[in-house]
């Protein structure tokens, strides 16, 4: 059973030597060091939103309108955090969401395989997106004993989308993530006023220039004329999906298939209906959709639909406590987002891997003050609906 908490007692008594931590342990001190890391292009892609961000910003204010009631004289000095995923034992029941610029992250620009070496060090599996500075290949390789999930960007092309989930299926990806709520680009005014869609400059490009399929729809290679490799890009980036087509993502693999960009209980006996693995609760951390609702607000309502199929949520977690209360809720796994994009900035691998470890420290810890010893224990005393 993993120790999660301890990572306290190393801070302070590292103090006791004079050694202060190298990275923040809280989320206000991260977001303020990651911006100025990451200068004001990236940090607009980073932070940025849809419209004027008002579900974003709900997203992580709306956990603060749930609240945990503790429990006393249990005996809680040992905690399981772990979980059963896809037939897979996880140390603990958080990801890291797919995150389409973590390859700029870092001052190497090689993000990917530092989000994918935190996760070798931590355990926390990567869910590792379509849009990386580092073929799916190498990314898996530094995920070490780590599973890592894969997330697709459905293309237009079926033979280019078939050609990445083979791929990812050859190199040992555990499942393959769909996500449902990107076929196209939502309203985000902090990129518009900018002018920068980081992948129109090429950026992040590594799967589809690498790829037989994608290259072979081309005059010449990407690497002799990127432009018309870019261009192609764009023009069969988006295939907008419909129930039908879970058909043949059923047909073209054996790995689960997952559905990120579920908020609707309707959506979620659809996708169990369809025969989806796992149903991923998210609204892509308020980018894509302005108008909405938080999804820790929705969550409760996906998981009773969902039955015994397992849910994945994020969208606004910033805190080991968020984590606790979406499990409450009944989410399987938690993803966490911004959080350890902005730890690849301002610390590479070691960055991320610190963010995450402090997000399950806390979340441990809370446990252990709260009497829940385990996840079911958690999910028994539930969350309540404070104002
Ligand atoms: C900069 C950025 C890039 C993202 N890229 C992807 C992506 O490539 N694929 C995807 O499915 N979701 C992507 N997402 C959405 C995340 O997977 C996740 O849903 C979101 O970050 C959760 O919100 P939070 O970070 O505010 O907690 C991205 C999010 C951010 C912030």
Redesign the pocket.
């Known amino acids: 059973m993993s120790n999660f908490g301890a990572m306290q007692n190393e801070i302070y008594m590292a103090g006791t030597q004079g050694i202060l931590p190298d990275y923040p342990v809280d989320f206000a001190t991260l977001e303020s060091r990651a911006h100025e890391a990451l200068g004001p292009m990236m940090t607009n892609?980073?932070a940025g939103g849809c419209g004027d961000e008002n579900t974003?910003d709900t997203?992580?204010s709306a956990f603060h309108h749930w609240g945990m009631v503790p429990r006393m004289m249990v005996d809680c000095t040992e905690r399981d955090l772990s979980i059963d995923l896809f037939g897979l034992k996880l140390p603990s029941p958080i990801f890291m969401?797919?995150?389409?610029?973590n390859g700029e992250a870092t001052q190497d620009r090689h993000g990917d395989m530092a989000a994918a070496k935190a996760s070798a060090t931590t355990g926390v599996p990567f869910c590792a997106?379509?849009?990386s500075n580092d073929p799916l290949e190498d990314v898996h390789d530094a995920c070490g004993e780590t599973p890592a999930f894969f997330?697709l960007?459905t293309p237009r092309n079926r033979e280019l989308a078939e050609s990445l989930i083979k791929r990812a299926e050859k190199v040992g990806y555990k499942a393959i993530?769909v996500?449902l709520d990107?076929w196209l680009t939502g309203w985000r005014p902090r990129d518009l006023n900018a002018s920068n869609f980081p992948q129109l400059r090429g950026k992040v490009m590594q799967n589809y220039f690498s790829d037989p399929v994608f290259r072979s729809l081309l005059d010449k290679p990407p690497e002799e004329d990127p432009k018309a490799a870019i261009l192609l890009f764009a023009a069969i980036f988006g295939q907008v999906l419909t129930w039908d087509d879970m058909e043949w993502f059923k047909s073209v693999t054996d790995l689960p298939i997952v559905l990120?960009g579920i908020c609707h209980p309707d959506d979620a006996r659809r996708a169990v209906d369809c025969g989806a693995d796992a149903v991923y609760c998210?609204n892509?951390?308020?980018?894509q959709a302005n108008g909405g609702i938080a999804t820790i607000d929705l969550l409760e309502d996906v998981v009773k639909a969902s039955g015994a199929v397992p849910v994945l949520f994020?969208?606004?977690?910033r805190s080991g406590t968020d984590v606790v209360k979406a499990l409450a809720m009944g989410a399987r796994a938690v993803?966490i987002?911004?959080p350890y994009?902005y730890g690849l900035a301002i610390g590479g691998a070691e960055g991320a891997a610190w963010v995450l470890r402090s997000i399950l420290a806390e979340a441990d810890l809370l446990m252990a003050v709260n009497g829940y010893p385990t996840l079911e224990r958690v999910r028994e005393a539930g969350v309540q609906r404070i104002v």
């Open positions: 892609y980073v974003q997203n992580a969401a797919p995150i389409g610029v997106s379509t849009l997330q960007y993530v996500t990107t990120k998210s892509h951390g308020g980018r994020d969208s606004g977690v993803g987002g911004r994009t």
